[in-house]
């Protein structure tokens, strides 16, 4: 391409930005001090409208896994329901359920809102007007749906620890394996919610989470251990698809590590794969979407 | 490639093609606006008028040609191009989870200033653009006058050098728009570059120093306003509206010496014609067949302008 042409007319009150010229945009890789601020506060943003939604925040992350868990390690223990008979059964259920709301806390509190602004209110057309690059835009989300996911988490554990009859036999072995197991189910929960918000138009969106969730739930190990899917070899393969059985099996590894789980390594290494995977088709598709 | 040229033109397109598909939305279009300048693009729904716009602050990406926003390149320089401008889209994209504060507030953090400055901009804009009283709803409960002065107060929070205006008054009743306009007046004289879209003749004439007509993704002419109504030949216009328009063929009308376009409009003609007033009473005689109920003479506008150029009327 031909060298810009030199001014014609001097430009008075303009600042004169000279200096590095670094193409931006979509080659452009990292931010600059200016555009992290912008980063921040495409973050704050979000966190202002958290803040104004926390008791409809607590609500949604703590009713369903509080339940369960009073069905499960409260009441069948009381009323002698098989499948609690197990004696460690809260210490199974407890990090799968922590593992389970994470995710969905994450994956709909991202989805739902992103949804709606490219949708009905075309707020994303504002959004994407920041002075950040596309990609940062999408990463911002990912982000956010790690810090609502964590929060999920951190509210999650002691309402299910308190309301199980049976004591949970908490033990944190390793407590940096428990910090990169919650980083990892933050990452997989931002950018998986990154891809449904981006991908699923709104009013599919109560189809896509129940067509979603009940699966991922059910057949992500977070009522059983891996290890018990020994008998059903087919299903014992295939439950591998779903990111939130390496949650689980991290989680009971790291927070109840009495309880068969999976070898370190194939929950980290397979979860890292997952969030990865997600992440670049999350950026991928957000750019598409934006930019026409 | 990403060089910044130093500013003589706020915006600066060049060849600029884009296509969706098989479809062209913008077929080669050359446009500049100098800094300080107000520049309207007027055209017909579909002209293409928001696809240029879009290329502009970088929503879209050119499929071809070259565009220049404050020395940037928008292809290759998105950020420093968004850095620079400021923009309200023809639809309103205010943030429905926030207040009417918090999203300029949100607006000036977003654009770098700090908690203190952006809190004082705030309350600057809410004053300026009228707001303070609403400062704590949501913006869904605004009037459609409100938002467009919330979206444009967001617009310029960051002190923008090039504001880009998608309709900004379509839908505003008469004394929103006319307030509106005052606020636009307002952005040019702190020097402010802007560029707008609209249907509204008026609008083009009142607020731009130069507007283009588009049609079908092409720039048909550009100029003054004042320059263009010259160029198009027509000096009076000769509004006729008739109990039987079928009584008096166009082609009657187009026969006459001085006429240079006919336009048939609901119950009559629209006549463009060359020789000032001195020639009205041929055509109210052409006429006299289908009985004239309304007759006047006018000077001629931008709409003038754009029926000469395409026959058509800008609003379809
Ligand atoms: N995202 C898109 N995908 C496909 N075609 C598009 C897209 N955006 C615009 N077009 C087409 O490009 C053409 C120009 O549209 P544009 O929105 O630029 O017109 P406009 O002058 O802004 O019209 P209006 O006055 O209705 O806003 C139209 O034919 C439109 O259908
Ligand atoms: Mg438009």
Known sequence: MTRSSVPTVPAQNQPTTTAAHVPDGPQGVGLGPLQLRSFLALLLRDLTVLRRNVPEFALRTLLQPVLFSFVFAYLFPRIGQGLSSQANFADVLVPGLVAVTAVFCGVSTVSLPLAIEFGATREIEDRIMAPVPGWAIATEKIVFGAVQSLAAGLLVLPACVLTSATPVNVEVRDPALLVVVALLACWISGALGLVVGTVVEPKRMGLAFSTLIVPLTFFGCVYYPWQALTPLPWLKVAVLANPVVYLSEGLRAALTPSVPHMSTAAYLGAGTAFATAMTVLGLRLFQRRVRL | ?316
């Open chain 2, 1 to 316: 490639m990403a060089e910044r040229v130093e500013p003589s033109t706020a915006v600066s397109v060049s060849g600029l093609f884009k296509r969706y598909g098989p479809r062209t939305a913008v077929a080669g279009i050359d446009l500049d606006v100098g800094v300080g300048e107000a520049f309207a693009l007027l055209g017909p729904n579909g002209a293409g008028k928001t696809t240029t716009v879009n290329v502009c602050t970088t929503r879209s990406l050119p499929s071809g040609g070259r565009v220049r926003v404050a020395g940037w390149d928008v292809a290759s320089q998105g950020v420093r191009v968004r850095r620079d401008i400021g923009v309200v889209t023809q639809h309103n994209t205010l943030d429905r989870s926030c207040s009417v504060e918090q999203n300029l507030y949100l607006h000036c953090r977003l654009f770098g200033m700090g908690h203190r400055s952006a809190r004082t901009r705030t309350v600057e804009l809410l004053e300026t653009f009228r707001l303070a009283s609403r400062a704590r709803v949501d913006p869904t409960r605004l009037s459609g006058g409100m938002v467009q002065r919330l979206q444009i107060a967001r617009a310029i929070a960051h002190r923008p050098r090039v504001l880009f205006l998608d309709e900004p008054t379509t839908g505003l009743d008469p004394q929103s728009r006319l307030s509106l306009w005052e606020q636009i007046d307002l952005l040019r004289r702190e020097g402010t570059s802007v560029l707008l879209t609209t249907h509204h003749m008026e609008e083009a004439e009142r607020l731009c120093d130069r507007v283009a007509i588009m049609d079908h993704g092409r720039v048909l002419v550009c100029g003054t306003p004042d320059a263009l109504k010259r160029e198009c030949g027509v000096d009076t216009v000769v509004a006729l509206t008739l109990a039987d328009p079928s009584a008096v063929p166009a082609a009657r009308l187009s026969a006459l010496a001085h006429v240079r376009s006919v336009d048939t409009v609901e119950g009559g003609y629209r006549i463009g014609t060359t020789a000032g007033q001195a020639h009205v009473a041929q055509i109210v005689t052409a006429a006299l067949d289908g009985t004239i109920l309304h007759l006047s003479v006018t000077e001629p506008t931008l709409e003038t302008v754009f029926i000469t150029l395409t026959g058509r009327e800008l609003r379809d």
